[in-house]
């Protein structure tokens, strides 16, 4: 081997050796390069998962936060109506008492004094009932109490009760049953809170009219119904009133409750009874000359497979006016509750 | 009334009020009444001389009325004796409690006093 031979193979070796050397460094540095990009897509991955999971317990917290805030309103309600009821118990009682006591005397002056005690004590109750009630619709806990419901014993009751209401103010009180319409399966306490209900509107906003009450069976997409229309001949509804008719604690206007009472309850829990028990309100009226409330139910009750519970809605939040319900007029008049 | 056997009824209330009220209502209408505002006292009272009913509230200094049901149903003694539970208690998870643990009735204040003299007489009826 010559000396150029022997230079030339020792500098391409050290050239190769150089080469070698410096490709590893540039792969060090390269793989430095990723490690730190690694790294760092690592703790933003990390802190992404530390947001998610602050997100989470957020909610986690919100939502036991609204729970308790709902479960605190529950009891808020179920320890007012029990704290009514106490001084309400001895109200009426004693009150009751004493009309049996005067009654003998025949005082007749004190005997309906007393009587206006005693009515307004019930009237404070009924209050608190349907407080009660709305409050378990919307925890969605009420229950439907199902049974064969014999149509024409339950206007004979419905009558009798509604009777002193509806007569009032000096009105005329007509019942008519269509003489097939029989049995229908529904929650007879129910349907009967709801026609007293009805009834006991009519008669608020009707004064020398008259209530009729009337029972008949009709058809729909060959579904059987019963269907049991209250029909006045009162003050009946404006547009916007009749927009706001079923939304809870909504009255008519402000000058409603000062001049007829009520909590405003009434007709959104009617109509979630009609809608639990697979039916619906219906509401044709006419400014200045009256409304017809017709609750219509299927003959067979509730569909099997649709929960006999109400939903949790709110009644506030349902739509006030569906496709069974009609409105012919819009002017200027009264107000129903 | 006259010709039907005197009833005597134990009234278990904590509230005075509500205690004087329904026992005069009650023995004007020809009911005995013995009165007590204390669950366990009524318990050892019922014990010594057992009612023909029993009308308990259900919040009771003593022995609370769901306590007072089930020491009286639990009893071969007091057993047959009717509760019916008025309570100013109205909601559905009150009348299960009460239910569960054995009245016989369920009346919610303020007291309904015909529908509460219908079961008290649908009760003793059926003894």
């Not at chain 1, 036991?64 to 009821?85: P, W």
């Not at chain 2, 023909?52 to 003593?62: A, E, N, R, Y």
Request: glycine share 8%.
């Amino acid at each position: 081997m010559t000396l150029l031979s022997q230079i030339i193979i020792a500098t391409l070796g050290a050239a190769l050796v150089m080469l070698v050397v410096n490709g590893r460094k540039r792969d060090a540095a390269l793989r430095a390069e990723w490690q730190a990009e690694v790294e760092q897509q690592r703790l933003a991955l990390d802190q992404n998962i530390q947001e998610l999971a602050a997100a989470r317990d957020a909610a986690t917290e919100a939502r036991e936060r609204a729970e308790a805030a709902n479960q605190s309103k529950s009891m808020f309600l179920a320890n007012m109506s029990h704290e009514l009821r106490t001084p309400l118990n001895a109200i009426i009682g004693y009150s009751e008492m004493l009309q049996e006591d005067v009654a003998d005397m025949s005082t007749d002056e004190i005997t309906a004094d007393l009587q206006k005690v005693t009515g307004a004590g019930k009237h404070l109750l009924t209050l608190i009932n349907d407080i009660l009630d709305f409050s378990k619709i919307e925890a969605g806990r009420m229950e439907l109490v199902l049974e064969p419901v014999d149509v024409a014993t339950l206007m004979r009751e419905v009558e009798g009760t509604a009777a002193p209401v509806v007569r009032k103010q000096g009105n005329t009180f007509a019942v008519h049953v269509a003489g097939d319409v029989g049995m229908f399966t529904a929650d007879a306490g129910k349907v009967r809170q709801v026609l007293l209900n009805l009834l006991s509107n009519a008669g608020k906003f009707t004064t020398n009219g008259t209530i009729a009450l009337s029972a008949r069976r009709l058809e729909r997409d060959a579904v059987d119904y019963i269907a049991i229309a209250v029909e006045d001949t009162g003050v009946g509804l404006t547009r916007a009133q009749f927009g706001r008719l079923f939304q809870a604690f909504a009255q008519a206007d402000a000058t409603t409750q000062r001049d007829h009472g009520g909590t405003g309850l009434g007709l959104a829990l009617c109509r979630r009874f009609c809608l639990m028990m697979g039916g619906d309100i219906e509401v044709e009226s006419k400014a200045g000359s009256g409304s017809t409330f017709t609750v219509v139910l299927p003959v067979a009750g509730p569909a099997p497979d649709s929960s006999t519970e109400a939903s949790g809605d709110n009644v506030d939040d349902a739509e006030p006016i569906n496709f069974h319900t009609r409105m012919f007029q819009i002017p200027v008049g009264g107000a129903p509750e | 009334m006259s010709d039907r056997p005197l009833h005597h009824v134990m009234l278990v209330d904590d509230n005075a009020l509500d205690r004087e009220m329904l026992s005069r209502r009650l023995t004007r209408r020809g009911y005995v009444v013995r009165e007590s505002g204390n669950g366990a006292e009524a318990l050892e009272q019922l014990r010594l001389d057992p009612a023909h009913i029993v009308l308990l509230d259900t919040s009771l200094p003593g022995l609370d009325g769901f306590a007072l049901t089930r020491e009286l149903k639990a009893d071969s003694a007091t057993r047959r004796i009717p509760v019916v539970v008025l309570t100013a208690h109205a909601l559905v998870q009150h009348k299960e409690q009460a239910l569960a643990a054995g009245c016989d009735a369920f009346e919610t204040k303020p007291v309904e006093l015909a529908r509460l003299l219908a079961t008290m007489e649908a009760l003793l009826g059926a003894d």
